[in-house]
């Protein structure tokens, strides 16, 4: 019997070792698609929460009034839609108007004098636009009970360079996002600079030259603040400090990890809490008390109170800051003292010039490459969120909104659209049609925003078609536009609306939330395994994961937003499959950017994918209502398409999603291509490598020799610098 030959063991190792190296591989895998998969949960799980179906609740008003008829409207506005409204009776119109400058109350309704018929309703547009809509809906009605006429007074009027508000929000988040976003960059490349004797006055200046790129970009640049520049510093050095010190109280426990926490607290959290986009009284109660202490509401609502409100209850805000600041530099400061300025999963140096990559899962860099992209990475990101968003969301303003005329002959029809064209000039493109049933049929293909109809005898009604379905935005425009004109022409106005909103979708935000969770989804898996395993840059590795991983995702998340949160009803196959549809094709986009500039590369996918695909999804706002350059942009960008393709899967039985179908197939094949010619690329790039390692012989080497080789280089230089520096040293 022959004895069998033992098999060499290649690489030197026992068999132990290579099993413990095994399991730190699976590990690690398990780990870089769990950490992705955390941060799209906690991330669209809150906001799909809190913003499918806001419901007031609570919203405190004034009543300035005395006597029977004040303590009634009190009364009235108590029971108003189950519990809206918080009122309280106020005696004195100043002291009203006083609680509403400190944000005490949302709104004031000042009751007419005795024979009047004329109330007053207070709002404050520098406290939120939403949250003055809100305070009108309320209000206005109880008046009318009365048989009052209302005035509407804006004590606190937002610019005109920011008539939407966004300015606090984007300047806040800013300010948030340039404290915690560095510390991932500065734990790879430039750990050393986490001691706190070092950390400090660099986060100080840090937060400095940030909040100076917010105002200028804001300010000067896009004309939404004005003026207000010391203020930026001074709430930007708080804010920007307080979290800085706070992420790195993670960044010690946690090492890498610490995204996870940071990205939850700070802005997770920090945004349905800020009060900045939706009105605080429409959030869980849960909510509201994070508003009173999370960094993020702290830094908008001072912002706000120095920009509209003269400073009134800034005090209390930055006293919030504070306190996160010196809370978290004293607890910096005991573990430090405690344990050193070692961080958790990261080998201690205190050697700037020690070798080590700029970014996560890059090439080995120079000290002076490695600083560079510590800042330049979240500059980037600052520069692009801010610039963007502001630049296409701050003043939103209808033009050409398209809508059709229905008469009964075209004559009639061409004499009334010119008419109409005059009084309502570029707030819309009118085309005329005397087929309501194609008017219709265009509104579900979402050709145009509505369809108004001629009435078809002297004095009869006029109706308006729409839907809200297809943005609640332009649907309230249209037909407030319309309502005006029915009522400067004295004849009633019928609206149908062919196509509502679902009662879990009140403010039509799902599809977007929705088509962002795909889109984040298929860029932030990328990153992680560009970032946490740069070994796995081939074609043939990836395919399996990203495919494997985008129907995963794809499930998951419309059991999150419909079994799980209730927000989305049905549609489960249509959305799963163009979910994974959508997650797969922005994967392969991203993949473009990360295996050829590594990590840099998630900078260009975040602006096209989604600062720039926001403004032009009409998701957030309408595609009316923003630059036209965003218009164009609707046919081309993924983030449109797959808003577009959700809302036709959930509102229109599909309808007029084929054309955005297509785009986002298109994305998925042609960036599938431009992969496979980056792998052969990489290919050719390897080869040479390997023939360099070879000392040229044109033979190439094994993957394992070569890295010893490139090892075994570092380990020879390192020690000629550290006996450098030892003889500088001495001497």
């Known amino acids: 019997m022959e004895t069998p030959t033992p098999v060499a063991n290649v690489s030197g190792r026992e068999p132990a070792s290579l099993e413990a190296d095994r399991k730190r591989e699976i590990a690690k895998r398990v780990f870089l698609f769990l950490i992705p998969f955390v941060m799209v949960t906690m991330m669209y799980a809150t906001y799909m929460g809190t913003m499918h179906a806001p419901k007031t609740r609570d919203m405190p008003v004034a009543v300035v009034g005395s006597g029977a008829v004040a303590e009634s409207v009190v009364d009235e506005l108590k029971s108003v839609q189950d519990g809206a409204a918080d009122p309280r009776l106020v005696a004195d ?15 004031v309704l000042l009751i007419p004098a005795d024979g009047a018929r004329e ?23 109880v008046a009318a009970g009365h048989d009052w006429t209302t005035k509407t007074q804006d004590i606190a009027p937002l610019p005109s360079g920011d008539s939407a508000g966004i300015a606090v929000l984007l300047a806040a988040i800013g300010m948030i996002m340039v404290g915690y976003v560095p510390l991932s960059g500065m734990l790879t490349a430039a750990p050393h600079l986490l001691v706190l004797r070092r950390f400090l006055p660099l986060l100080a200046g840090w937060a400095v030259v940030t909040s100076t790129v917010t105002w200028l970009i804001l300010g000067p640049i896009v004309g939404a603040v004005d003026g207000h520049y010391l203020a930026f510093v001074g709430i930007g050095l708080l804010a920007t400090g307080a979290v800085g010190i706070g992420q790195l109280l993670f960044a010690r426990t946690l090492g890498g990890l610490a995204v996870l926490p940071g990205m939850l607290l700070w802005v997770v959290f920090g945004v349905p809490s800020s009060n900045l986009a939706t009105p605080i009284h429409a959030m869980p109660d849960f909510f509201g008390f994070l508003h009173n202490v999370l960094p993020l509401p702290a830094a908008g609502e001072a912002l706000r109170s120095v920009i509209y409100f003269d400073g009134r209850g800034v005090s209390k805000h930055l006293l919030t800051l504070a306190i996160w600041m010196v809370a978290a530099l004293a607890l910096a400061l005991l573990m430090e003292r405690r344990k050193g300025a070692a961080l958790a999963s990261v080998p201690e140096s205190d050697n700037p010039d020690a070798p080590r990559p700029a970014m996560a899962g890059g090439p080995v860099r120079s000290k002076r490459v490695r600083y560079f992209a510590v800042a330049a990475f979240p500059l980037a990101i600052l520069t692009a969120v801010v610039g963007m968003m502001s630049a296409s969301l701050h003043q939103p303003e209808i033009r050409d909104m398209p809508v059709v005329v229905v008469g009964a002959s075209q004559a009639q029809t061409e004499q009334a659209t010119k008419g109409l064209q005059q009084g309502l000039g ?30 078809t005898s002297k004095g009869g009604k006029a109706k308006l078609y729409t839907s809200s379905a297809a943005g609640a935005g332009q649907h309230n425009a249209l037909r407030g536009m319309f309502q005006q004109i029915a009522q400067s022409q004295k004849m009633p106005l019928e609206v149908t609306d062919i196509k509502p909103l679902n009662a879990s979708d009140s403010n039509g935000s799902n599809s977007m939330y929705a088509a962002m969770s795909w889109i984040m989804s298929g860029f932030v898996i990328m990153a992680a395994l560009r970032g946490g395993a740069p070994e796995i840059n081939r074609l043939r590795q990836l395919l399996p994961m990203l495919a494997g991983w985008a129907v995963g995702m794809a499930v998951w998340l419309w059991v999150l937003f419909d079994v799980l949160i209730g927000a989305i009803n049905g549609h489960g196959w249509a959305l799963v499959g163009f979910g994974a549809l959508t997650i797969f094709s922005i994967s392969m986009f991203t993949a473009v950017f990360t295996r050829t500039l590594g990590i840099a590369g998630i900078i260009p996918v975040l602006v096209i994918a989604l600062m720039i695909g926001v403004p ?18 609707n046919d081309v960008l993924p983030l449109p398409a797959a808003v577009d393709v959700a809302r036709a899967a959930v509102y229109f039985d599909g309808a007029g999603m084929g054309g955005h179908l297509t785009t986002i197939i298109g994305w998925g094949a042609v960036c599938l291509l431009l992969n496979v010619g980056i792998d052969r690329w990489l290919a050719r790039r390897d080869l040479r490598a390997d023939t360099d390692a070879d000392g040229g012989s044109g033979t190439p080497v094994s993957g394992q020799e070569t890295t010893l080789a490139l090892v075994g280089a570092e380990d020879t230089a390192e020690p000629s610098r550290r006996g450098r520096r030892t003889a500088r040293t001495r001497s």
């Open 426 to 455: 570029d707030l819309v493109f009118l085309t005329t049609s005397t087929s309501l049933d194609k008017a219709t049929d265009q509104i579900r293909e979402r050709e145009i925003v509505g369809a108004y109809v001629l009435p």
């Open 119 to 141: 109330a007053t309703v207070y709002t404050a547009q520098g406290a939120g636009a939403s949250q003055a809509g809100m305070v009108k809906q309320i209000l206005a009605p």
């Open 93 to 107: 119109r100043d002291k009203a108007l006083d609680l509403l400058k400190d944000r005490d109350v949302a709104g």
């Open 616 to 633: 032009a999804s009409g998701g957030a706002i309408s595609l009316y209502m923003v630059p036209e350059v965003f218009r164009d942009l």
